[in-house]
């Protein structure tokens, strides 16, 4: 092992095995025998140390340990043990004695230019100075300032030189406030218990990495649990934030999702001292750290935030939150960023490599868990609303049979009480009676079989999309009084037959629907000279097109007052257009008409990928205050 020397003096001291051999043939056989004994109690106390301090793996106990067992052989008066961190690029006082008293531990920033410690420590070689020259009472790699002046000095490199390329994880120093007061021999010493501590240090420091993998073992185990243990998203994302904040040992944390209509960063999540004056407040798109990973998809890490332009500083003045650093990563769900997961201010130095991948990992849960979540709260809507569906077919089954056939029975049941009586006074009037019973009976059977046909179109079972549309249409164009509006059915197809091709139940079904319920709000409210359903068949797709002359109307202050309103015609045509993975477009403006465009894909694949992507009570709305028209 290299060694730098700094003495007052010009004599360079003679090589500590010259000296023992000259030494040797010098002193008288008491004397040597005296030395031999020294020497093989330093050998073994060494070898104890070696030992000790290697029976522990908690790197607090080590310190301890070597600490004890060096005073067997050295001063320990004035001791030190420094120990390097690497991530924060600090020299760490983990043990102080000055005096015999202990001093607080301390931290500083290696500076390779100045400092005795960080000499050694990044020469990786042993200084000993015999006599400092009459300056300030501190050494300049950061010991604190006593109130006596240091005059020797000696510090060697925590190394273990059997190992190839092995860097020093730390020095140890000690220091005498009297000149002179270290000698090779000692140099030699401390250099034998800091290759003990080297591998004591070492293996501590492997533990306390395997550790730290189980505990995030561990956590990622516990996400899993939580995962599966509730649906309910605030409490499956609070344990886990809870469960981060920990590990990661950080000030705050928050989980932030992006609002699909403002592209706005909004806190679903947040933990720490300001945690409810945070939940607030609303990040705007690509706006401060978190916006940025939101609208790339790319993590950041950033060690001095307040140097770093991108920081949104309006929360931490608004809070009074200082925020030193922080690591953010995105919440990713199909391939679309949903929102970011952030951590700040390590208690510990700076985030790390390990911190970011873990942290990502546990946005993976998290995305999971919002999409669980998500899926469950819209199970429950879509049950609740079958069940509201139901009860509106029961009451509007129960209003037309009332209204239509019912009235007819009835009218057909009078009628035959006065046939009855005019059979025994005036006969005559029989065959008029019967014709007008016969009439009534006509239009009792034909809104019976329309109503059956609504609520279970068989042609369209049988027959397909084109053909259960055609009938339709031509049923509501009888039962409107007058010709207008006339009701137009177009098909666009390759298909031989005419007709478009045959599609999957559901997807005919829910094209069927939404063009009943259209045409029949078209009717009432539309004013429409003409109304025309027109059907493209592409390679990709159906393309359905309703589209009237009628008033038209403002499509966006409707859809923001329906919760004014009783009707929900909209948002039913949105949910039924997802439910089969398609895509709803809107065009109305007052007195110019609507188009309202059904997009599905013929690929069962395409039609999953997106109901995924935007949720089942999601659908992909375009509205436009444009005109519609027929034209």
Same mark, same amino acid.
């Given at each position: ?21 000259q ?11 005296n ?16 030992v ?13 340990t ?9 001063d320990t008066?004035?001791?030190a ?13 983990k043990?102080?004695i ?6 607080k531990?301390?931290?500083v920033?290696?500076?390779? %230019? ?17 006599d ?11 010991q ?15 190394l273990n ?19 002179? *007061?270290?000698?090779d021999?000692?140099l ?10 080297a ?20 956590l ?5 649990r ?22 990661l ?14 592209g ?5 999540? =947040?933990?720490?001292?300001? =945690?409810?004056?945070?939940?607030p ?9 978190a916006?940025?990973? *939101? ?7 950033i ?10 500083k ?8 200082l ?21 700040m ?18 946005a ?5 868990a919002?999409?669980?979540a ?8 879509e ?9 509106? =077919? ?13 009235q007819?029975?009835?009218g ?10 005019a059979?025994?006074?005036e ?9 007008y019973m ?10 019976m079989?329309?109503?059956l046909?609504?609520?279970r ?16 249409i031509?049923?509501r164009q009888?039962d ?9 059915l177009?098909?666009?197809t390759?298909?031989p ?8 139940g ?19 409210? =539309? ?11 592409t390679?990709? *797709?159906?393309y359905?097109?309703?589209? %009237? ?8 202050g ?30 109305s403006a007052?007195g110019?008409?609507?188009r ?29 205050d ?6």
């Amino acid at each position: 092992m290299d060694m730098l020397k700094i003495q007052q003096s010009n004599n360079v001291p003679v090589n500590s095995l010259e000296k023992s051999s000259q030494m040797f043939v010098e002193e008288g056989e008491s004397d040597r025998l005296n030395r031999l004994t020294k020497e093989i109690k330093e050998v073994s106390t060494l070898y104890n140390i070696g030992v000790a301090v290697g029976a522990s793996l908690e790197l607090k106990e080590v310190i301890k340990t070597l600490y004890k067992e060096s005073t067997r052989l050295i001063d320990t008066s004035n001791f030190a043990i420094v120990l390097y961190n690497e991530v924060t690029e600090t020299l760490e006082f983990k043990l102080m004695i000055d005096q015999g008293k202990t001093a607080k531990p301390m931290s500083v920033k290696l500076a390779e %230019d100045r400092g005795l410690t960080g000499r050694v420590l990044t020469s990786q070689a042993p200084l000993l100075v015999s006599d400092f020259p009459a300056v300030n009472n501190t050494d300049s790699a950061g010991q604190p300032r006593f109130n006596q002046r240091i005059r020797s000095w000696l510090g060697v490199p925590i190394l273990n030189p059997a190992v190839a390329n092995d860097s020093a994880q730390g020095v140890i120093v000690t220091w005498s406030y009297q000149p002179n *007061a270290f000698t090779d021999h000692d140099l030699w010493l401390l250099s034998a218990i800091a290759t003990q501590a080297a591998i004591a240090v070492r293996n501590a420091h492997l533990f306390e990495s395997s550790q730290r993998r189980a505990a995030e073992m561990v956590l990622l185990n516990d996400v899993a649990r939580t995962l599966s243990s509730t649906l309910q998203l605030d409490e499956v994302l609070t344990r886990i934030m809870e469960q981060v904040e920990t590990l990661l040992n950080v000030e705050a944390g928050s989980l932030l999702l992006t609002d699909q209509t403002t592209g706005e960063l909004v806190f679903q999540i =947040a933990l720490g001292d300001k =945690a409810a004056e945070v939940k607030p407040f609303r990040i705007p798109k690509g706006q401060g750290i978190a916006g940025e990973v *939101a609208l790339t998809g790319t993590p950041l890490m950033i060690a001095n935030v307040d140097q770093d332009k991108r920081h949104f500083k309006k929360l931490d003045q608004t809070t009074n939150f200082l925020t030193r650093n922080i690591l953010c990563v995105p919440l990713v769900l199909y391939d679309q960023i949903i929102g970011v997961l952030e951590v700040m201010n390590k208690q510990e130095g700076n985030f790390t490599q390990t911190d970011l991948d873990l942290l990502s990992s546990i946005a993976s849960y998290a995305a999971i868990a919002i999409q669980n979540a998500r899926l469950h709260e819209n199970v429950l809507a879509e049950r609740d609303k079958v069940v509201e569906a139901e009860e509106e =077919a029961r009451k509007k089954l129960a209003r037309d049979l009332h209204d239509g056939p019912t009235q007819l029975v009835a009218g057909i049941k009078m009628s035959l009480d006065f046939s009855r009586k005019a059979l025994e006074k005036e006969p005559s009037l029989l065959p008029k009676e019967l014709n007008y019973m016969l009439e009534l009976a006509d239009r009792a059977t034909y809104q019976m079989r329309t109503m059956l046909f609504e609520l279970r179109p068989l042609v369209l079972e049988t027959q397909g999309l084109g053909a259960a549309l055609q009938v339709f249409i031509d049923r509501r164009q009888k039962d409107i009084t007058g010709e207008i509006p006339r009701l137009t059915l177009k098909v666009e197809t390759d298909n031989p037959s005419g007709d478009i091709s045959r599609q999957d139940g559901k997807v005919e079904a829910a094209i069927f629907a939404i063009v009943q319920e259209t045409v029949n709000n078209a009717i009432k409210h =539309a004013q429409a000279q003409n109304i025309i359903v027109q059907l493209t068949e592409t390679a990709t *797709a159906i393309y359905t097109v309703i589209r %009237d002359d009628g008033q038209g109307f403002d499509v966006n202050g409707v859809m923001n007052n329906y919760e004014q309103r009783g009707s929900l015609g909209m948002i039913n045509l949105k949910e039924r257009t997802q439910l089969i993975g398609g895509e709803l477009n809107i065009r109305s403006a007052p007195g110019h008409g609507t188009r309202i465009t059904i997009q599905v894909p013929k690929e069962q694949s395409e039609r999953i990928k997106k109901r995924n992507v935007t949720g089942t009570l999601s659908a992909r709305l375009v509205l436009t205050d444009q005109p519609g028209s027929v034209g």
